[in-house]
Structure formats: structure tokens, C-alpha cells
């Protein structure tokens, strides 16, 4: 008797959303079986590499981060630049540390001026990254929001406690927004009522399940990102549809395994492939997770997991 | 030819029923719809089903239950007398009281209630009129009474209790030999019943026969004064218990105990808080503390351990052992109880270290137990239980709900008592409230079934989100920053008793759907356990503090009870209380408890890891899983779409 392999049964579909303004669009999700399940389903887009620019705060990268941005480190836009011309990153997600009220506390208008510029400067979708701090999100993602009109930038991350005031701001201004929820399905799915309640369009929504680097919880995050892939492909969950990003380079460069130099610890090896490869694994657990925009940070990294996101990438005849 | 049909009367209600020859006048009472006692189920063993046959003919098996006085009299068994004429059939007193009293309790609990039982209370008093002692008969005062209760009541076997035999010598002599003598039926573990002279009194005192029900809530203590010889609630009260003051769940009540001389006081302020009921009891009914005979107490296993002094502290450590799931009657003024050293204290069994007396003290009253239809019950209190099950099973969960439904840990909560808001509606266009309080008094407070329809009033007009959070957007003045947040005014300070606004805060509305969220989520992971969907539920019994309503469609639209048909909901206001006092009317249901007790299987759920997610997943108005509650949605829907319609128009 011929063996029949088991198929799972899907009755649901990840939202099919298209990110950025019309000239530099890309789109995410739209799949219909788990993640790379390319023998049950349809998976009409490979997961989406964002590259990060930091507005400041890069003194602190282990020097393998820095050194592939050194000229550019002082200039966002430029960065942003150097990153889609030279390493094919196909989003840029500015990561607007300068506005952090315990560090250097910079104002919202100088923070909304400089998203609009950096989003002026590219021609690839951009995605503006708070710095968790409600009250000041609050106030710096609604000016980024009024600033960038017009150009369907991403923002985030949106939290319980603000999601309204930002939400309402991305409403007005027409920008998607990130769903951001601490690593628990219910959590994560309560936030999305909320959105859809607030009056947020069911393609204006991304959801950041919160990830962590291998070595600091990433199987947590896994088993919560499966679940949501599971509800909402096998159980119909509509709440749980939406395309998943991951700001996963930022956790794991600042993980002592990528930040300890040979030096202080040589058992630990050469800190440069360390570095890499952390970010890279890590990336890539995450991807299989079902993460469909995954926010990274070196060059070689990203080398290393699209050449593997490309292998996976077959779809059956 | 058709069997012949016979017309049969009963009195005094004057009933009347055609019925075939040769039935037995039981089932003719049956099909009367008349009550008669029948313990023994009909088969002419216990004699209970005596009637007095005013007119007409039977047919008749000898019984030893009838003298032949009573037989010449007319007297007959229902159970064994067949119908061959046209009747008309008394019903005595005994068997009326009886069935007026089970009346009153089913009206009491609705559309529920425990069947099959006589009212027989555990205490008795009976009047003897003795022979002075003599010189001729100078037989011991103890083997006197002894003697006459043989010769009057055909009583003997009895234990007696020292007390009495100190006492008795006075007593005897302080009326020439007449007195009264109470004497409890204490049943045991085994089912055994021992007889106990607990009293003697001079004179006649039977006209005085009381006994006091109580449950003892981790937030309140609820209780009632019965008059045993009528069956009748004479009074009812309620007060906090005094213990909230060092904790507002179990757990931290037993961290406390194991300070030093922490059980102890305890011990005395749960003692107190009984007392306060009794002082407020005896002073509304005008009746003497030496009057009571009896107190049965219903209360979750670390409260009733507390009261009793045994030290709770193993309940708290896995694998968590309560000291003991029976516990013999004890002397009630022994532990402090302000009441004659003659009363005993009865404590009812319970199953788990979480799942105590209380609801096995509901579910008997509920008769969940005595029918097939699959039933869902839940206690709605500080301890939450749940309990799934028919006559033939039971399974038990106890979830830490928190004191919200009694009104404990709300900013302006109450218990239910006069002047609590217990209902609420809200006008969805000018945000006013309407409310209704308990007696209609200015208000005082909001209790649990008030904050349950504030929150879904509130939730329905878009005045919070599903996640709680009031909608500060909004223009009414009711909705304001105060000090704990965001908050809305229910009351203003000149409306109210209290003199000051009456609120409902973000945290209040946290707590309670803290609370909601535990029971939905126990009773999600419990019908799990064993394979039943929230809608294979027939019947769905609710108890709790909520005062004289819960408005069940609220309750359904905050996600506290399941989104199935609404006509399967009964409430049935304190259960643990209705228990208790019904072992005070009938030792059929002390026998019942311990039956019930021992049927029921408890499931952990302070290690579950699924009622964790479960209970994340119902901190959600409704819930997170939106199709288990189709109709809330779909109300909440229309509400949000005319809302985002307006805001964006």
C-alpha cells in the first residue's frame, strides 16, 4: 500500500499586506500554510529583510556591528542608503533611540523631521521604531505619523497603553502600525481587537510578538509566534492573521555572546563570526517561527540567511 | 371494558384526582400533585406517609407502622392502601408542614432545589411532665429523665452530656419535675446517627427551638436565624469578615496564621464576625441566646479550619492536605461562639484543601445531585468553585477569583445590603447613569451584581474598551481623572448617603474582570478536562452575594458565564447559606452532604498550565476568543461600528 503523508488542514490565510506608498512597495504575508509548508500551500512571499538605522546610540555596538556603517554612522539618511544600494535591504527601519527620555530625550519634531527626511531619501518602505516609552511614543510616533503623510510608513512599537492616541494618529495620516504584545498569544490577540475597534484597516496591521536572541528565551518566543500561525491558519482565528515582524538584530547584539571581544574571553572565539552568527541564527529560528519581516542589522548576516531563506524558498511543482 | 376510575379528595387543600382502581393513594397524592412524606420511597418501612381516611374504602396490607388505635381511627399508609371506592383522605399536619416548608425552599431557590427530603431537624425538644422523687421512688434525677423519655417517648439509648447531668438537679426541682429536654441526632462518618440530650430546661420551652445557619465567606459572613418549629427564616444578616483586614484571599489568611499567635487571632475574628450576626440576629427578632440549639457552618475548607482552630498550614503546601474532609460536631461556644454551652457546632464536610464545605453545602441545596441533566454550577465568591457533574458524577475546580463580586477591593464597594447599587443601566447617548440600589435607599456603595452591569452598560455604550480602559475621548463629566485614574461618576456626593461621589475606577473594573476572568477561565479548563463544550450545559446553577439578582445577560456580556441560551441560567443567591439551612430542617440532608461529599472528584487547577492561559485568554471583555461569545460580539459589533460611523462623520 502506498504511504500517504499527512496534510495538515488549513482554514485560514496570513493577510496579504502591501507596505510603503505605490512608487516603492512591498508586500508581505498573503501565505496559506505554515511557514516554508510550500508542499501543502502558498506562500507567495519570501519573509522580508528590514535593515536598521540607528539615529544614535551606536557607541555602544560591538565594533564587527559598526564597522560596515563607520562613514555613514552619522547620517541616517545616508546609512539608509548605503544599505539598500549596497546590501539589498528592501526596508529600513530607523530606530529613533535619540528620543529615549533616559537617554538623550530628543524632542518629537526634531525626531518627525529626521523620519521624514530619511523616508524622503529612500525609494524602499520605511519602518519608524519608538523607544517603548508610552509617553513619549505617544507624542514622537504621532509627529513622525503628521510628518511622513502620505508615504505609508510603518510605526511602532504600539503598545496597550497607547496604541489609541498613535493609532489614531496612523488612522488620520494613513500609515500601518506595529502591534506590539510581550510574548503571549491572548495578549497579542487582544491588542488586535482593540486596533480593529479603534478603527484601524485590517491592512494596516503588523503584530511584534516581542523576540529574543538564542541563548535568552528565542524557544518562548517560537512556541508563542507557532501558536499564532496555528490559530490563525488552521482555526480561522481572523485576529491572528496578520504578518508578523521580528526586531531581532537590536536583542542579539547586545547579548554578551556578541558584545565579549576575543580578547577578555578567548574560549569564546573569533567576536566578529560570533556576532554574525548569533544575529543570523537567531533571524532564521524566528523566520521559521513565522516572522515575515525580520528587522537586521550586518551585512554578512543577511547574506547568510537570505542565501538560506532562498534555498527554502521552493515551491513545489 | 375500561378499568374502573375512582374520584379521590384530599384535604384540607381539596384537591381531587380520578384514578384507576387498585393504584395506592400515594400515587394518587402524586398525580394530585399533593405532597405526602415517604422516605422509604413506598415501601411501608418508614411509616411517614401516614394519612387519616375521612370517607370511603381502601384495601389494606397489615403494617407495624400503624397501632391498631391509629388503624381504628382510620388512620392507613398511602403507600399500601389501594383505592376501591370513591375517597376523601386527609393529610396530617405532619406531612403539610413538611410540604409548606419545601414549598418555601423552592420558591426560595427558583426553579431548583434539593428533593426527597423530611423535615426532621437534628434537634429536638421534648416536654416531660415527671413524678417528684419520693422516698418509695428515689431513683437517680438523671435515671428519671431517662425513664420518662422510655415511658412518654419510647427514647432510650440516648447520650447524655455532663453538662446536663450538672445541671440537671436545679433544673428538675426549679418546677416540680416539669422540663424540657433537647436532644440532637448527631450524625457521623459512617452514617451513623448517635442521640444526644444536649439540654434541660425547666418548664415547657418547646415553643423556643432555634438554630442558626451560617456561611463563612472568605469576604463576608452571611447568617440566619430559623425557628425549627415553624421552618422559617425569621431574620437574615450579613457583615464583612473581620479577617479581610489581614488578607483578602485564603492564601494570605494562612501566611498570616502561621505568625505567632496568628491563627489564634484569627480564630477570634472569624468567631467575632459570627457573633456581630448573632447580636444583629437576636436584637431583630427579639429571641434569647439561650434559645438556640444548633449552628450548622458552611465555608470553604481554610475558612471552616480557621474557625475551628486547626492549623491550615499543609493546605498552602503542595501537595496541599486539608486536615480533614469530616469533622465531628464540636461544642460552638468551645470555640468561642456566643451562645449556650449546650449548642453544638456543625461543620460540613468537604472535598479538597479549595474546595470545601461551602459547595458541597450549595450543591445539596441546589439538588444538582438528585437529576441526570448535565450541570454546570458556580459559586461566585472570593474562593470561586465550580463544579460539572449530574447525579451520576462530579467534578470540582476552585479558582482564586478575588473579593470583587462582594464588593471587596472596589474603591466604593459594598456588600449587598440596603443602599448598594445592584443594577445600572447607562443612557448611550448622554452617558447618564440610571440605578437601582437595594431597598431603594440612597446609595451607599456598588456591590458585585452592580459593578457586573455598570461594566457591561459601560462596555455596550463604548464607555470602555473591550480591555477595561475607559474611553477618555468622550464628553460627559462623569468621566474624569481622580485620584486612582480614570473614573466614572455613578453617584454625586449630594444623591448619596455617604456624602461623597460614589465612583467606579479603572483599577475596580481591573479587579473585577481579574475576577470574571478566573471563573470563566476555571470553568473553560474543568469542562475541558472532561471532554464537554460550554453549550452541552443544560443547566447552569449560579450562587453568590449578589444581594437578591444577578442580571444574567450582564454577566454573559463582561464574559463571566458562557454565551449559550439564557433560559438554562438559574441564580440561586447563596447557595452555601441555603445548604445550611437546610441541615437544620432535615438530617435526610446532612445525610446528603456527606454523600455529596464524597462524590465529588477535585481537579488542581494552582498547577494547571492551561488554566493560566485560559485565564489570560478571559482577561477580555468578552473574552479573547470572540466566537465563544457570538452574541456579545455581535452586540458589541452594531455598538462599535455606529461609533466609528459617528466618530468618522
Known amino acids: ?317 | 371494558m375500561s378499568i374502573k376510575k375512582y374520584r379521590v379528595i384530599f384535604l384540607p387543600e381539596n384537591l381531587e384526582v380520578q384514578i384507576e382502581k387498585g393504584n395506592t393513594l400515594l400515587e394518587a397524592a402524586l398525580a394530585a400533585g399533593v405532597h405526602i412524606n415517604a422516605s422509604c420511597g413506598g415501601t411501608g418501612v418508614c411509616g411517614t406517609c401516614k394519612v387519616k381516611i375521612v370517607s370511603g374504602d381502601v384495601e389494606n396490607e397489615p403494617s407495624q407502622k400503624l397501632t391498631k388505635a391509629e388503624f381504628a381511627k382510620g388512620y392507613r399508609l398511602a403507600c399500601h392502601s389501594h383505592i376501591i371506592s370513591d375517597l376523601t383522605v386527609g393529610i396530617l399536619p405532619e406531612s403539610r408542614l413538611d410540604n409548606a416548608i419545601q414549598a418555601r425552599e423552592n420558591a426560595l431557590l427558583a426553579r431548583v432545589s434539593t428533593l426527597n427530603w423530611k423535615y426532621s431537624p437534628p434537634i429536638q425538644k421534648y416536654y416531660l411532665e415527671l413524678p417528684s422523687a419520693t422516698i418509695d421512688d428515689n431513683t437517680s434525677d438523671i435515671s428519671r429523665i431517662r425513664r420518662g423519655l422510655k415511658q412518654q417517648f419510647d427514647l432510650e439509648g440516648l447520650l447524655i452530656d455532663f453538662d446536663v447531668i450538672k445541671k440537671a438537679p436545679q433544673v428538675l426541682r426549679e418546677l416540680g419535675f416539669k422540663i424540657t429536654i433537647t436532644i440532637l441526632n448527631a450524625l457521623e462518618q459512617d452514617d451513623t446517627c448517635l442521640r444526644r440530650i444536649i439540654n434541660v430546661e425547666a418548664g415547657d420551652t418547646r415553643e423556643h427551638l432555634y438554630a442558626l445557619a451560617v456561611d463563612i465567606g472568605t469576604t463576608t459572613v452571611c447568617s440566619q436565624l430559623l425557628d425549627l418549629n415553624r421552618g422559617k427564616i425569621l431574620a437574615n444578616t450579613i457583615v464583612f469578615n473581620k479577617q479581610i483586614s489581614y488578607g483578602s484571599d485564603v492564601i494570605t489568611r494562612i501566611a498570616y496564621t502561621q505568625k505567632p499567635e496568628g491563627l489564634l487571632k484569627l480564630q477570634k475574628l472569624v468567631v467575632d464576625s459570627i457573633n456581630e450576626t448573632i447580636d444583629n440576629l437576636l436584637i431583630t427578632c427579639n429571641v434569647d441566646r439561650n434559645d438556640i440549639s444548633y449552628i450548622s457552618a458552611a465555608g470553604n475548607t481554610v475558612m471552616q479550619q480557621i474557625l475551628l482552630g486547626l492549623d491550615p498550614k499543609y493546605i498552602r503546601l503542595s501537595p496541599y492536605t486539608p486536615t480533614a474532609n469530616f469533622i465531628p460536631l464540636v461544642k460552638a461556644a468551645e470555640q468561642g461562639i456566643n451562645v449556650g454551652n449546650q449548642v453544638y457546632l456543625y461543620t460540613f464536610p468537604s472535598v479538597s484543601s479549595y474546595v470545601g464545605g461551602d459547595i458541597v453545602s450549595g450543591v445539596v441545596a441546589s439538588g444538582m445531585y438528585q437529576r441526570n441533566k448535565l450541570t454546570l454550577y458556580m459559586d461566585l465568591g472570593t474562593n470561586g468553585e465550580i463544579v460539572i457533574g449530574n447525579s451520576d458524577w462530579m467534578v470540582t475546580a476552585s479558582c482564586s477569583a478575588g473579593p470583587a463580586f462582594e464588593g471587596g477591593g472596589i474603591k466604593c464597594g459594598m456588600v449587598a445590603m440596603n443602599g448598594a447599587i445592584q443594577d445600572f443601566a447607562i443612557d448611550p447617548k448622554t452617558l447618564e447613569p440610571e440605578i437601582k440600589t437595594i431597598g431603594d435607599a440612597k446609595p451607599r456603595g456598588i456591590c458585585g451584581s452592580g459593578l457586573i452591569s455598570a461594566i457591561a452598560g459601560f462596555m455596550l455604550a463604548g464607555v470602555i474598551g473591550q480591555n477595561g480602559k475607559y474611553n477618555n475621548q468622550l464628553k460627559s463629566k462623569r468621566i474624569r481623572e481622580g485620584t486612582d485614574g480614570w473614573e466614572y461618576v455613578l453617584a454625586w456626593a449630594k444623591e448619596t448617603q455617604i456624602g461623597q461621589d460614589i465612583v467606579l475606577t479603572e483599577i475596580d473594573i481591573d479587579n473585577l474582570i481579574r475576577a470574571k476572568a478566573a471563573m470563566y477561565a476555571g470553568c473553560d479548563t474543568v469542562s475541558r478536562s472532561v471532554n464537554i463544550a460550554c453549550a452541552d450545559f443544560k443547566q447552569v446553577i449560579l450562587a453568590g452575594n449578589f444581594g437578591s439578582s444577578l442580571n444574567i445577560e450582564n454577566a454573559i456580556t463582561i464574559g463571566l458565564l458562557p454565551d449559550i441560551p439564557r433560559d438554562r441560567f438559574v441564580f440561586i443567591g447563596n447557595g452555601s447559606l441555603s445548604g445550611a439551612r437546610l441541615v437544620n430542617y432535615s438530617q435526610d440532608i446532612s445525610q446528603a452532604t456527606l454523600r455529596v461529599a464524597r462524590m465529588m472528584t477535585n481537579i488542581e487547577l494552582s498547577e494547571n498550565n492551561e488554566f493560566n492561559q485560559n485565564y489570560i485568554a478571559a482577561m477580555f471583555l468578552p473574552h479573547t476568543d470572540e466566537q465563544a461569545f457570538p452574541s456579545v460580539t455581535k452586540a458589541l459589533g452594531n455598538h462599535i461600528n455606529s461609533i466609528q460611523k459617528s466618530e468618522g462623520g
Open chain 1, 1 to 317: 500500500m502506498a504511504i500517504v503523508i499527512p496534510k495538515t488542514i488549513y482554514n485560514g490565510k496570513v493577510k496579504e499586506i502591501k507596505l510603503g506608498s505605490d512608487m516603492q512597495a512591498v508586500s508581505v504575508g498573503g501565505e496559506n500554510c505554515f511557514p516554508f509548508y510550500l508542499f501543502e500551500g502558498a506562500m507567495p512571499h519570501k519573509p522580508v529583510i528590514a535593515m536598521e538605522v540607528w539615529d544614535s546610540g551606536t557607541e555602544d555596538w560591538p565594533v564587527a556591528a559598526l564597522e560596515p556603517f563607520k562613514d555613514v554612522i552619522s547620517d541616517p539618511a545616508a546609512w539608509a542608503n548605503k544599505c539598500i544600494s549596497e546590501y539589498g535591504a528592501e526596508m529600513i527601519c530607523l530606530q529613533l533611540v535619540s528620543t529615549d527620555p533616559n537617554g538623550m530625550n530628543r524632542g518629537a519634531t526634531e525626531a518627525a523631521a529626521l523620519a521624514k527626511k530619511v523616508a524622503d531619501a529612500i525609494n524602499v518602505p520605511l519602518i519608524v521604531w519608538g523607544t517603548a516609552n508610552i509617553e513619549k511614543d505617544t507624542e514622537v510616533l504621532r509627529a513622525v505619523a503628521e510628518a511622513c503623510q502620505g508615504k505609508n510608513i510603518i510605526l511602532g512599537p504600539l503598545e496597550e497603553k497607547d496604541f489609541k492616541k498613535i493609532g489614531a494618529a496612523a488612522i488620520g495620516y494613513h500609515q500601518t502600525v506595529i502591534a506590539s504584545s510581550p510574548i503571549d498569544i491572548n495578549l497579542a490577540k487582544q491588542l488586535n481587537i482593540l486596533m480593529g475597534n479603534l478603527g484601524i484597516p485590517e491592512n494596516a496591521l503588523l503584530m511584534d510578538p516581542t523576540v529574543s536572541s538564542i541563548g535568552y528565551g528565542i524557544e518562548y518566543c517560537y512556541s508563542v509566534m507557532e501558536r499564532i500561525r496555528a490559530a490563525g491558519l488552521t482555526q480561522s482565528d481572523d485576529k491572528l492573521q496578520y504578518p508578523l515582524i521580528c526586531n531581532i538584530s537590536k536583542e542579539t547584539w547586545k547579548a554578551k555572546e556578541a558584545k565579549v571581544t576575543e580578547q577578555e574571553d578567548p574560549l569564546m572565539g573569533d567576536a566578529k563570526k560570533r556576532g554574525i552568527l548569533l544575529e543570523a541564527m537567531s533571524a532564521l529560528i524566528l523566520a521559521l517561527a513565522g516572522g515575515n519581516i525580520l528587522v537586521m542589522r550586518h551585512p554578512e548576516a543577511i547574506k547568510l540567511i537570505k542565501g538560506i531563506l532562498d534555498e527554502l524558498y521552493v515551491p513545489s511543482k
